[in-house]
T-cell receptor, first 119, second 109 residues
Framework: DTGVSQDPRHKITKRGQNVTFRCDPI?????LYWYRQTLGQGPEFLTY????????KSRLLSDRFSAERPKGSFSTLEIQRTEQGDSAMYLC?????????????????FGQGTRLTVV | GDSVTQMEGPVTLSEEAFLTINCTYT??????LFWYVQYPGEGLQLLLK?????DKGSNKGFEATYRKETTSFHLEKGSVQVSDSAVYFC????????FGTGTRLTIIP
């Protein structure tokens, strides 16, 4: 396993089009996170999954955004009717959240990101 | 709510100077703490981590100690190099990974 992979690495789309990004986490990791990073800013949390369940969504995630992790492995992030303000780097990360009885969370590993440009 | 407060930048230092970038957090539970680094044009890389109180994370000459009593995780390096120029993010992981706003560091020869 070579780590978290994201596809595509770059996407240029016209305003109003739909786009979908894919993230393949590290295989044994049960948590998967999506973040957005704009130029000069830190990563902003969008949503995360524990296995296939989406447990939290940021208010940044408008109704044009939807994320899925259907089998608890890879995840997709779809943006409908893209706007220029959606232009950003979309980052995926995964981690192993320990089983019951162990409170310590492990580190999150990031993919290289998908850079979206809406023109 | 949970948050990370990070020293604002940009920070400019001369080569071989001592570096400190402050980071404090407010969180519930037992978070793990991290410093990530982002070099120009590259993705986020984990620099170092600490998973419990009093742990010291270290890598590439950088160090940070998990101080539960002061809820801090300050990043230090004794002698910085031009190649350390990057943006540094403090973060903690409990339910989710929460980042500070980042500190841009520039080292001049």
């Amino acid at each position: 396993d070579t780590g978290v992979s994201q596809d595509p690495r770059h996407k240029i789309t016209k305003r109003g089009q739909n786009v979908t990004f894919r993230c393949d986490p590290i295989s044994e990791h049960n948590r998967l996170y999506w973040y957005r990073q704009t130029l000069g800013q830190g990563p902003e949390f969008l949503t995360y999954f524990q296995n296939e369940a989406q447990l939290e969504k940021s208010r940044l995630l408008s109704d044009r955004f939807s994320a899925e992790r259907p089998k608890g492995s890879f995840s997709t992030l779809e943006i409908q009717r893209t706007e220029q303000g959606d232009s950003a780097m979309y980052l995926c990360a995964s981690s192993l959240f320990p089983a019951r009885g162990v409170v310590m969370n492990t580190e999150a590993f990031f993919g290289q990101g998908t850079r979206l440009t809406v023109v | 709510g949970d948050s990370v407060t990070q020293m604002e930048g940009p920070v400019t230092l001369s080569e071989e100077a001592f570096l400190t970038i402050n980071c404090t957090y407010t969180a519930t539970g037992y978070p793990s703490l991290f410093w990530y680094v982002q070099y120009p044009g590259e993705g986020l890389q984990l620099l170092l981590k600490a998973t419990k109180a009093d742990d010291k994370g270290s890598n590439k000459g950088f160090e940070a100690t998990y101080r539960k009593e002061t809820t801090s995780f300050h990043l230090e390096k004794g002698s910085v190099q031009v190649s350390d120029s990057a943006v540094y993010f403090c973060a903690y992981l409990w339910v989710k990974l929460t980042f500070g706003t980042g500190t841009r560091l520039t080292i001049i020869p």
